[in-house]
């Protein structure tokens, strides 16, 4: 069984940073690419960014490129997502998910593709 579990989110300005951190257990975490979602209230889930086990590849949505980072440490089993030059529209629940195929090597980023979810932090962004 994994769990995976949020922290970081908040209230901020426009133009704020916060940074996310998924923390993960129950598998080899280094094997596995991980990927960060967002749903707004009356909207679907979507992804915002995603990175390979090894770190070595990440996707990002067009609407938070040059934004935001995804980055991991896959010693202390962590994702994270570094949110800078926060907008309004970036209001959210943000959730981590963990890929549901070990090795993949390119980075997976539908829905589908991923098999444990965390249970979400809220990230409000204020105009």
């Known amino acids: 069984q994994v769990q995976l579990v949020e922290s970081g989110g908040g209230l901020v300005q426009a133009g704020g940073s916060l940074r996310l951190s998924c923390a993960a257990s129950?598998?080899?975490?280094?094997?596995?690419?991980m990927g960060w979602f967002r749903q707004a209230p009356g909207k679907e889930r979507e992804i915002v960014g995603a990175?390979?086990?090894?770190?070595?590849?990440?996707y990002y949505a067009a609407s938070v490129k040059g934004r935001f980072t995804i980055s991991r440490d896959n010693a202390n089993n962590t994702v994270y997502l570094q949110m800078n030059s926060l907008k309004p529209e970036d209001t959210a629940v943000y959730y981590c998910?963990?890929?549901?195929?070990?090795?993949?090597?390119?980075?997976?980023?539908?829905?589908?593709?991923?098999?444990?979810w965390g249970q979400g932090t809220q990230v409000t962004v204020s105009s």
């Open positions: 129950g598998r080899t975490f280094s094997r596995y690419g």
């Open positions: 998910a963990a890929d549901r195929t070990p090795g993949r090597v390119v980075v997976a980023t539908t829905l589908v593709d991923y098999t444990y």
């Open positions: 990175i390979t086990g090894n770190g070595n590849i990440r």
